[in-house]
């Protein structure tokens, strides 16, 4: 068998490299009349990120630092959605409240003790998303007063499947709005302008 393969050119990598990272949001490279898909976080590109309910607040947040993300999924020992814990959770006042009724230290509470349940989550069917605008996500985040959204899809036998999330920081970093996202109130508040409804 012939061969058409040739050696590539090598060179010294520089030491002041560093490493690239993914832009996955483009500011301002998004329209309302865009596919929704064009601003959600799909599972089957990007993996998602878990930690256990037994982990320790700490634990939690230096794992999202390290991997940059704002939002883990909790997964139980069988690899099953237990709830989702989000920066603002982790700073906000449910580790306080939970400390307070509880008489505990921060170092002694774990994840699954402030997370937001999976029964207590919303989520969209992937086939409602395939059609949808995000003016569409957009508008539907706004009514739900939630910073994330999750997709569900079907998979083998029907099982139902986390196919992706959209959230509020990521819509508004990707439609260009100058906002502080740890401001829900005030995403929203951006958001209704880009919708036409201020």
Same mark, same amino acid.
């Given at each position: 068998?012939?061969?058409?393969?040739?050696?590539?050119?090598?060179?010294?990598?520089? !030491?002041?490299?560093?490493?690239?990272?993914?832009?996955?949001?483009?500011?301002?490279?998004?329209?309302?009349?865009?596919?929704?898909?064009?601003?959600?976080?799909?599972?089957?590109?990007?993996?998602?990120?878990?930690?256990?309910? !037994?982990?320790?607040?700490?634990?939690?947040?230096?794992?999202?630092?390290?991997?940059?993300?704002?939002?883990?999924?909790?997964?139980?020992?069988?690899?099953?959605?237990?709830?989702?814990?989000?920066?603002?959770?982790?700073?906000?006042?449910?580790?306080?409240?939970?400390?307070?009724?509880?008489?505990?230290?921060?170092? %002694?509470?774990?994840?699954?003790?402030?997370?937001?349940?999976?029964?207590?989550?919303?989520?969209?069917?992937?086939?409602?998303?395939?059609?949808?605008?995000?003016?569409?996500?957009?508008?539907?985040?706004?009514?739900?007063?939630?910073?994330?959204?999750?997709?569900?899809?079907?998979?083998? %036998?029907?099982?139902?499947?986390?196919?992706?999330?959209? !959230?509020?920081?990521?819509?508004?970093?990707?439609?260009?709005?100058?906002?502080?996202?740890?401001?829900?109130?005030?995403?929203?508040?951006?958001? %209704?302008?880009?919708?036409?409804?201020?």
């Amino acid at each position: 068998m012939p061969s058409n393969y040739q050696e590539l050119e090598i060179k010294p990598l520089q !030491s002041a490299s560093v490493l690239c990272e993914p832009n996955f949001f483009p500011k301002g490279e998004v329209s309302l009349e865009d596919p929704a898909t064009k601003v959600m976080t799909d599972l089957k590109s990007v993996a998602a990120i878990t930690i256990s309910p !037994s982990s320790s607040l700490s634990d939690a947040t230096d794992r999202m630092i390290k991997t940059k993300v704002k939002l883990l999924f909790v997964t139980d020992p069988n690899e099953q959605l237990a709830g989702l814990i989000t920066y603002s959770d982790l700073q906000g006042e449910r580790p306080i409240l939970f400390q307070q009724h509880n008489g505990v230290q921060r170092s %002694e509470i774990t994840v699954g003790d402030i997370m937001t349940r999976s029964a207590q989550l919303d989520a969209i069917d992937w086939s409602v998303v395939e059609r949808a605008k995000v003016g569409d996500i957009a508008m539907t985040l706004k009514k739900l007063n939630r910073q994330h959204a999750l997709v569900v899809d079907k998979g083998y %036998e029907d099982t139902p499947y986390i196919r992706g999330i959209f !959230s509020t920081s990521q819509l508004s970093k990707m439609l260009g709005i100058q906002i502080d996202t740890t401001e829900v109130a005030q995403t929203f508040v951006e958001l %209704e302008r880009v919708l036409g409804l201020k």
